[in-house]
């Protein structure tokens, strides 16, 4: 039986604790949460499934070494006493992606070039011959970590960053992140037991993300690749049987899943995504304006959104937020409603006080989660008859 290894997944900030969790239920051991990141250990098969199944991570790495780097020598050396032989051939591609942080390294360019050069130093002295780098499609991709003079050296078992799922290939001016959308809806408590609506579904990705969540569908199902699939050690079998496995844990839905944008071509967009995402019998998507609809249904609704926050689409913001707010009292009694933005005046406009507020970032925009609970009736009517 192959012995476990450590692992380090990557995510969002705001979304260590989502990942630990998924991690521990799909069977991680020496769960470690750190700052976007959660380390673990688990076997081979374990970094197939954390790959495939794992909705918050963007990157899963298996650390190859970890040293202590004074300057650019102590890190070219520490390169190059890995035997990269055991890890890539000389006519395969490889890509090195260095983070650092603190004042002994300043340059994360500079890093990955004398990391570079060490590798292909390596093996133009022991065969004559030297890699190449591909930064778009290589066969073998490192990642590199340094944090004051702690250097840690890792495969990435993922290859194209984890949140290009593969269904979206038709986008609108600001889409979401996919890991961003699927931890807000974990954040916001989605697990498939009501209605969901977005009602600014642009090409649909937080409609996508809801369902798969509501029927326990792998994230990372329609992606065409993982990096190890390049690796020596490559299982396509072990694969098989990992994916065979969690397409067993698919459960029935029995709610309904819905979008609508005031855009003919976002609608058009959303929908092409839904289909190669072969999501069509779950979700419904419609033209139509959020501010002059109306629940469709009596029980509970869901709702989780990405509005404009002013940075990609103009708008007028406190109108557009005064609307959001109104619409959302007048004609959505009964609803869980949560939306993320980065245009944290724009929350004082939307007249209705907040249950939750979660700090959160979309790309360099700092963000906040929100939730407003609209209740059937009044909200003190509400906890007397709870009493």
């Known amino acids: 039986m192959e012995e476990n290894f450590k692992m380090l997944a990557k995510t969002l900030f705001g979304f260590e604790e989502l990942l630990a969790r998924e991690l521990r239920e799909l069977g991680a051991g020496d769960i470690e949460i750190g700052t976007r990141s959660v380390g673990f250990s688990g076997d081979t098969g374990f970094m197939y499934k954390a790959n495939l199944c794992c909705r918050t991570a963007i990157k899963i790495l298996k650390p190859l070494k970890s040293f202590v780097v004074k300057d650019e020598n102590a890190l070219y050396a520490a390169v190059k006493s890995i035997d990269w ?24 360019l500079f890093v990955a070039q004398k990391a570079k050069d060490a590798v292909v130093d390596q093996f133009r002295e022991n065969t004559g011959e030297r890699p190449s780098v591909d930064l778009k499609f290589p066969s073998l991709s490192i990642d590199i970590h340094i944090r004051e003079n702690k250097c840690t050296i890792s495969l990435d078992s993922s290859g194209v960053s984890l949140h290009q799922r593969g269904y979206r290939l038709a986008t609108n001016i600001a889409p979401i992140n996919e890991v961003l959308a699927a931890g807000c809806l974990m954040l916001a408590g989605w697990k498939g037991h009501s209605d969901f609506l977005d009602p600014m579904c642009g090409s649909g990705t937080m409609l996508i993300e809801a369902a798969m969540i509501a029927c326990n569908i792998p994230p990372n199902l329609n992606r065409r690749q993982f990096g190890f699939e390049n690796w020596h050690d490559w299982d396509p079998d072990l694969f098989d049987t990992i994916e065979a ?71 007028d913001m406190e109108p557009f937020y005064k609307n959001i707010g109104d619409t959302l009292k007048q004609n959505y009694k009964d609803t869980e409603a949560w939306f993320i933005t980065s245009n944290l ?43």
């Open 85 to 108: 032989s055991k890890y890539m051939r000389v006519n395969d591609t490889f890509a090195i992606n260095a983070t650092i942080s603190g004042e002994q390294f300043t340059h994360s």
């Open 345 to 387: 005046e724009s929350l004082k406009h939307v007249g209705l006080r907040t249950s939750r507020k979660i700090k959160l970032y979309n790309g360099s925009l700092e963000s906040r989660l929100v939730k407003y609970d609209i209740y059937a009736g009044s909200k003190k009517a509400k906890y007397q008859k709870e009493d």
């Open 245 to 315: 496995a969690a397409l067993k844990k698919i459960r029935e839905f029995h709610f309904t899943i819905s979008g609508y944008d005031k855009a003919p071509s976002a609608v058009e967009k959303a929908k092409e995504n839904i289909k190669n995402a072969e999501l069509d019998e779950f979700i419904t998507v419609k033209q139509a304006d959020f501010f002059t609809s109306e629940k469709e249904r009596e029980r509970h609704l869901h709702m989780v959104f990405n509005p404009p926050y002013g940075e990609r689409l103009e708008i």
